[in-house]
């Protein structure tokens, strides 16, 4: 399939023809870079031995290059009209090519059930689902060795703050518990058609050899990160007091696990550095023991 996927003429008449038309509510912004997907891919890292989920394929730019290095591909799309050009047009005849048709964030978790962690996991990923897409898979423990995804700039800065920063937020603990992130490039709303609003970004998510939360203290941890962040404005004394830690430990608990970890109780989350968080979690898990 020898589609111009960089011409929004092209798009637009293929669209046209299909009776279809981009929505805002599925986040339907298309790249027109084939350089910048090339980039993406190889930042990937795939071969021929790889499994390969693709969030959000559109109609399939992303996927053409992916199946060109002979991945073998699985795809996620909720459109059912992108569906449609997907399965009967684009990849066809592409062994290697397999389509999921209907909400990513709810048929990722049956087939990871069956199938396993997949060796990449990328996609060009619309602004509200990409947060939550992504902290599912994490919550899940989804967690192949690399995952690249395009998102709202706004979205990678959380993924990749640091303690103090205003963006670093429990999701900024969650992913960079089992990964390494980093902001690859941005890319301007000009790359894309329709032009969204909002400045893009690729990050790159490599797997921790050692994630930094032991599996024994996961739990206490998602607890406490939970709790700690629930509102930014609040102490973590206060957050505690008022969460699931609180409910689980009473006042007297939740003081003793902030004296015994060091943890100044009029300070707020967003000032904690990892060995704070790790202090906390590791005292709550042994004092609700
Ligand atoms: N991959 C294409 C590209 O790079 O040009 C399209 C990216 S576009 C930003 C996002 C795609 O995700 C759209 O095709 C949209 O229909 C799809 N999408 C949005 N929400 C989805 C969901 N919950 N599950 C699966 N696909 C979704």
């Keep these: 399939w020898n589609f111009a996927y960089d011409s929004p003429i092209a798009i637009g008449k293929l669209l046209d023809r299909e009776g279809l038309s981009m929505s805002k509510k599925f986040g339907q912004n298309?790249?027109?870079?084939?350089?910048?997907?090339?980039?993406?891919?190889?930042?990937?890292?795939?071969?021929?031995?790889?499994?390969?989920?693709?969030?959000?394929?559109?109609i399939g730019a992303l996927t053409k290059v992916?199946?060109?290095?002979?991945?073998?591909?699985?795809?996620?799309?909720?459109?059912?009209?992108?569906c449609r050009i997907l399965s009967s047009e684009a990849f066809c005849d592409d062994a290697n090519f397999r389509l999921i048709e209907g909400d990513a964030l709810k048929t990722w978790e049956p087939l990871f059930l069956k199938e396993g962690v997949p060796d990449r996991i990328c996609g060009n990923l619309p602004y509200n689902v990409g947060s939550i897409c992504i902290a599912k898979l994490l919550e899940g423990q989804c967690l192949p060795p690399r995952m690249v995804f395009t998102l709202q700039k706004e979205v990678s800065d959380r993924l990749c703050a640091t303690a103090g920063d205003k963006n670093w937020s429990s999701f900024t603990l969650l992913a960079q518990t089992d990964y390494i992130i980093k902001t690859e490039?941005?890319?301007?709303s000009g790359a894309f058609y329709p032009a969204p609003n909002v400045m893009s970004s690729v990050i790159s998510m490599v797997k921790r050899d050692k994630p930094?939360?032991?599996?024994?203290?996961?739990?206490?941890?998602?607890?406490?990160?939970?709790?700690?962040?629930?509102?930014?404005?609040?102490?973590?004394?206060?957050?505690?007091?008022?969460?699931?830690?609180?409910?689980?430990?009473g006042r007297e608990g939740v003081e003793a696990i902030l004296e015994e970890s060091g943890v100044a109780p009029s300070k707020r989350a967003e000032q904690l550095d990892w060995p704070q968080f790790l202090a906390l979690s590791e005292v709550t898990s042994r004092l609700s023991a």
Excluded at 32 to 50: A, C, F, K
């Design 30 to 58: 298309f790249l027109l870079s084939n350089q910048v997907r090339e980039h993406i891919v190889q930042i990937l890292g795939v071969d021929e031995t790889m499994k390969v989920w693709e969030i959000g394929p559109g």
């Design 66 to 82: 992916l199946i060109a290095k002979q991945a073998s591909v699985t795809a996620f799309e909720i459109d059912h009209g992108f």
């Design 185 to 188: 490039f941005t890319i301007n």
């Design 212 to 249: 930094l939360v032991d599996a024994a203290l996961r739990p206490s941890f998602l607890l406490v990160i939970r709790d700690l962040f629930a509102q930014r404005r609040k102490t973590v004394k206060n957050n505690l007091l008022s969460g699931k830690v609180g409910a689980l430990v």
